[in-house]
């Protein structure tokens, strides 16, 4: 995807703002709110180490939570500008305002290489209607906008996208990167190309499904939405598993493209199951495994993939050249149903000849959890923003950057 990237100018003096996702994790501590995880901020240091060695001036947006358009102080980033700092190791200013006099005198102060963080955008109400005005005045603090925010991409918001109706927009490093692995590496992938499908529902997923098809020549599918095309295909009892009548023409039509297409299209045939799950509470009742190709008995569900499926599902993995993941094989954060999606991240990153893309959401938790995540060519930032992509849809983030 032929975008403009900070490498394509000289930001050397220049107000660089730039549109970054720092939505980390909070909590309270002391009466101090605290990150938890800052994975989202070291992400775009690259993109901040190389504006600020090329002498631009950076001023950095995100939002951060949903405050709705209201000003919440459990929900500022003021604890992100700290982190930052240390993690830079350069000071960084803080704001108070995303716009206004003082931002705008604020960015207009700084000096050449200096950091300025913003306050949470989505403190103004206008910013997830993209209004024009408040675009306008986002666009007032700078000359150049820097998109960064690859997870926001999706988002047809004034920081994301209505601001580069205003200034000249390019990406930066780890929105390029994102678009060269989630976007470019997919049009003609080495092959076999294997794509691993997890998730609850089959409708969730479709579009990614029949995307993909037009490229794989192996689909996987695990997770809840398996149910759905365990009961068409092998006809068996999936007791209270994650089910609804109307995903099983969705399902059909999926199978029936993989047929005329010529795609390998594999399935669970065993599976982990309880008698009693509570997801709130992360607590589950009695476990037991499947065989290969029985039911779930009735007031059963399936909470994980069996051994018998991660051994069918390894050995495709290990023969592949590139390999897609998104979404997990069962309740993965519930230690007796983790089994089975740990086994197959173990599996994906024993092929160390393989492209290995790791599609955002669920699917990077448990890679991380399961200790291999550093062994993955590729972990996307994006959850929604990455389906979309791969569903072939245009995001408004990446639009919104210039081409070259």
């Known amino acids: 995807m032929a975008k403009k990237s900070i490498r394509d100018f000289d930001p050397a003096g220049k107000r660089c703002l730039v549109r970054v996702d720092f939505n980390v994790p909070l909590t309270e501590k002391d009466g101090v709110m605290v990150i938890t995880d800052a994975t989202r901020i070291e992400e775009t240091l690259p993109t901040l180490k190389y504006l600020i060695a090329k002498g631009a001036k950076v001023i950095l947006c995100s939002h951060l939570g949903r405050p709705k358009g209201q000003v919440d102080p459990k929900q500022s980033l003021r604890p992100v500008a700290a982190a930052l700092s240390d993690l830079l190791g350069v000071p960084v200013g803080f704001s108070e305002t995303s716009t206004g006099p003082e931002a705008e005198a604020m960015a207009k102060a700084l000096p050449d290489g200096g950091v300025l963080l913003l306050e949470n955008v989505r403190f103004h109400a206008g910013e997830e209607k993209n209004e024009v005005e408040l675009s306008k005045q ?142 709130g509470t992360m607590q589950v009742g009695e476990i037991r495994i499947t065989g290969q190709g029985e039911s779930i008995p009735d007031g059963w569900e399936g909470v994980d993939i069996g051994p018998e499926s991660v051994k069918l599902f390894s050995g495709e993995i290990a023969k592949a050249k590139t390999v897609l993941w998104n979404g997990p094989m069962g309740v993965f954060e519930i230690k007796a149903c983790a089994k089975g999606t740990f086994e197959i991240a173990e599996a994906i990153a024993a092929n160390t000849s393989a492209k290995t893309i790791i599609g955002g959401g669920d699917s990077v938790k448990a890679v991380k959890m399961a200790g291999v995540g550093d062994q993955m060519t590729f972990i996307s930032t994006g959850g929604g923003a990455s389906l979309e992509l791969l569903e072939g849809k245009e995001l408004p983030g990446v639009a919104a950057i210039a081409d070259k």
Not at 249 to 272: M, Q
């Open 138 to 279: 986002f666009a007032a603090l700078a000359e150049i906008f820097v998109n960064d925010a690859f997870g926001s991409a999706h988002r047809a918001h004034s920081s994301t996208a209505g601001v580069a109706a205003f200034l000249p927009g390019v990406s930066g490093l780890l929105m390029e990167k994102e678009l060269t692995y989630m976007h470019d590496e997919l049009q003609n992938p080495d092959r076999p190309f294997v794509v691993i499908l997890g998730g609850a529902k089959v409708s969730d997923k479709i579009g990614v499904i029949n995307a993909l098809l037009e490229k794989a020549d192996t689909v996987i599918i695990g997770g809840g939405m398996a149910y759905t095309f365990r009961k068409l295909v092998q006809g068996i009892g999936i007791g209270k598993s994650l089910y609804k009548p109307e995903w099983e023409p969705i399902a059909e039509a999926a199978l029936v493209k993989a047929r005329e297409r010529g795609v390998k299209f594999l399935i669970p045939v065993d599976a982990v199951i309880t008698d009693s799950f509570d997801f």
